[in-house]
Each structure stands twice: as C-alpha cells, then as structure tokens.
C-alpha cells in the first residue's frame, strides 16, 4: 500500500465509500480511474469495489439500480450521478471465451485484483488505505508496459477481448506490449472469433481515434486482423512499386492514419480508403503497379465491412463516400467551376472531410509531386471556402426554383420534374449568375419547348 500518493476522488464517490466503510466492510476506487488519476488524466467513470455484498450496498443507499447483480455490480445514484459499486469477486469457469459461468463473492480485495486483466488496471485506492497496488501496475506505468496481470494464457482465455484491449491501452497509452503478453496475444489470437461485432468495433475505434493509431500494426503482426479484418492483411502485403508510393498499401495506411485528426469517421475513411487495391493490383510492362478502379471497389467493400461490425448507417454512408471519392480531383489544376461540380457530386456532408482524408493520403506517400499535390489541395479547400462565403448554389435544394415553380410553369410532376432540375443545376454550376428566379424559369420554358 502507498500512503504517500493522493487522488482526488469526486465527493460524490468519496460519500459512498464512507458510508460503507462507515458499515464496517472495506470500499475502493478501483481499475481505471485510479490508472488515469496516477497518469493525470481525467477519468470518464469511478468504479468502486467492495467487500459488501450487492445486498447491503442496497440496504444502504436509499437510490439504488440493479445493473449486473449476478456479477455482484449495483448501481449508486448519488446527486442525480450513477456510481457502479461492485462487490470484490473471484470469476468462475468461462465458458465462451467472454463471460464467466458464475461469479464467487470474497471478501478479499486481493482476489478481486487478481482476476483484472493488466496490471495497469488492477489497483484500488481510498483515502484510509491510500494506493493498493499488489502486481505492479505503478512500475508498469512507469516503464510504459501493458502487462496481464498473472498468467497471460489465463488472461486471454477468460475473456478473448482481451487481446484487443492490450492493443488499445498501448495505442492509447504509448505503451509496448510486454513479451511474455504478446507470446500469449498470438497464440490466443483465433479466439477473437468469438467475440461480438459489436465489441470488435468499440475496441477498433478507440484504437483509430487514439494518440497512435498506427499500433493497429500490432494488430497485424499478432494475428489478430487475420480473425476480424482479413482485408487489411492482404492490404499488408500488396506491394505499391509506383513514384507516388514508397510502402505497401497497408503501411501507407498506418502511416496516413497518423496524418489526420483523431475523429472516428475521418479515421475509418482513412482505414478504408485503399482496401480495394490488393483486389485490382496490376502490372504494366515496366514493372510498375497499377491500380485501376480500386477507389470503386474500395466503397463496395467498405460498406461491407462497416456493416459486418455493425456501424451505424450515418457513419457507414459518410465514410464509404470519402472512400469512393478520396481520389477524385487531387490530379486536375482546381478551379471554381470543378470544386463547385465536385461538391455538387460528392455533397457538402462529405466534401470538407474529404480535404482532410486527400492531405493525410498525400502526406503517407512518396516524396514525388508532394508539394504539387498539396498545394492543390490546399487550392481546392480555399475554393471551397469562397463557395460557402458566396453562397454558390451547389445543389438542387439551392436553386432559385423548385418544383412547385415548375409545376406552376406547366411542368407535371414526376422524373421529368427531376431531370429539369438536375439540368438547370448544371447550368448554375456553370454560371452561378443564372441562379434567379426569371432566368431558370425561361430556361425550364426552353426546355418543355423542345420537347
């Protein structure tokens, strides 16, 4: 125990453990908020663990919520704030390589520590007691490790989603992998097949949207993308021998990850924006790849995988879009008219994001033409910008006209409705000036006319 180091418990979560201390059984902040207390972070939950059972937790707090009683967890509302309050447990048989069969209540806090997965995880603190960190987990921080806590295998083989949290606490952290885990990590690695989706997702973005979230190498080279993300893998191994490119696809990508803002959205586009080129690689006579369509095919399989772990529809939309267009433009000298047109195509949800996506693609690969690139890039965004401020119509929403105008003007609801609109809409991105009332009807006249 180490009376010397102080953490700031919220009062709220402070109350609590006194009033079950005041009861005679023993209470601890416990896991990760004592983690990002010791590192000066700002914790997003303060978990308590204790020796009381779920039923005298009850007993003594008047708002109580019945989170997880089977696994000993009530939940204390206290100033309209839920604190989970976990009784100390020792994990039965597993069963599915995610839960346990039953749990066994001790009163002993050292067990309950015992069964957490890293030592950086597996300390408690209050304020009597002080810091109680019984397998190192202050040394591990201190020589940034991820360590399990006991026996890897063992870890690893409760709870299969363990393996993916070592990969993100490392990517969140900064932290190395210890050796003996990451033996374990690729030996364990085909169990991630049993878990949900859902969780690979969770674990997946908070990788991407950490502070390294090119550590999805680890991912790689301990097997584990070989089990939910096959696709990446063959990304790893496809060579880009091409003046633009200086890595394979997949390094490209963890390079470029690292080029763009820790948004999860822009960070999946990112992810995804070249998965299509193993599928369309080709050779030309010099011995130079070539990548044909691989943009396309790249979008169809983004949205594969985005629905295979269960991504929401706004999400799976946005991103599959940056993939389909990130290469869109980034040859052609920008001027007014074709950012207008672009935008117009690729919408205005997605095209300041695509800027982001283009730079950090840009950036991941070879010297050649960065500059030029770049400095189109920086071209476009400005253009973009000049758009905004003038308001240019960029859409059919945007026009000075809509359907009930043209109804009035003779036309009849239906395609034809939609087709005049579309065509006035290119005229417009043509020339903003034509943009009025009077003129696009005279236009939609001329048009009917020639019919």
Known sequence: MTKQLHIQIPDPAARIIERIQGAGYEAYVVGGCVRDSILGRT??????????????????????????????????????????????????????????????????????????????????????????????????????????????????????????????????????????????????????????????????SKILTSPHPDYLRDAYELGLTGVFFPEFDAACETMQNHPHHRYTVGEHTLH?????????????????????????????????????????????????????????????????KLVLYHDDGSAAEPTIKNVRRMVAKIGQDAFPALFRVQRADILAQSDYQRTEKLERNRRREELYRQICEEKQCVSVKMLAVNGKDLQAAGIAPGPRMGEVLQELLNIVLDDPECNTREQLLEIAAGMCDRR
């Open 43 to 204: 914790p997003q939950d303060w978990d308590i663990t204790t020796s009381a059972t779920p039923d005298r937790v009850k007993a003594l707090f008047p708002r109580t919520v019945d989170t997880g009683l089977q696994h000993g967890t009530v939940t204390v509302m206290m100033d309209r704030e839920g604190f989970e309050v976990t009784t100390y447990r020792i994990d039965g048989e597993y069963e599915d390589s995610r839960h346990p069969k039953e749990v066994i209540f001790t009163p002993n806090l050292e067990e309950d520590l015992r069964r957490r997965d890293f030592t950086i995880n597996a300390m408690a603190y209050n304020d009597t007691e002080g810091l109680v960190d019984l397998y190192g987990g202050i040394e591990d921080i201190n020589a940034g490790i991820i360590r399990c806590v006991g026996e890897p295998l063992e870890r690893f083989t409760e709870d299969a989603l363990r393996i993916l949290r070592a990969v993100r606490f490392s990517a969140q952290l900064g932290y190395k992998i210890e050796e003996k885990t990451r033996n374990a990590i690729r030996q364990i690695a085909p169990n991630l097949a049993h878990i949900s989706a859902e969780r690979i997702s969770a674990e997946l």
């Open 256 to 320: 470029a990850l690292t080029r763009v803002e820790p948004d999860r959205s822009l960070r999946l586009a990112v992810l995804l924006h070249d998965i299509g080129k193993p599928s369309v690689r080709s050779v030309d006579e010099n011995g130079i790849d070539h990548f044909y369509d691989h943009a396309a095919v790249g979008a169809r399989m983004s949205e594969e995988i985005l629905r295979r772990w269960k991504f929401d529809n706004d999400t799976i939309r946005l991103v599959t």
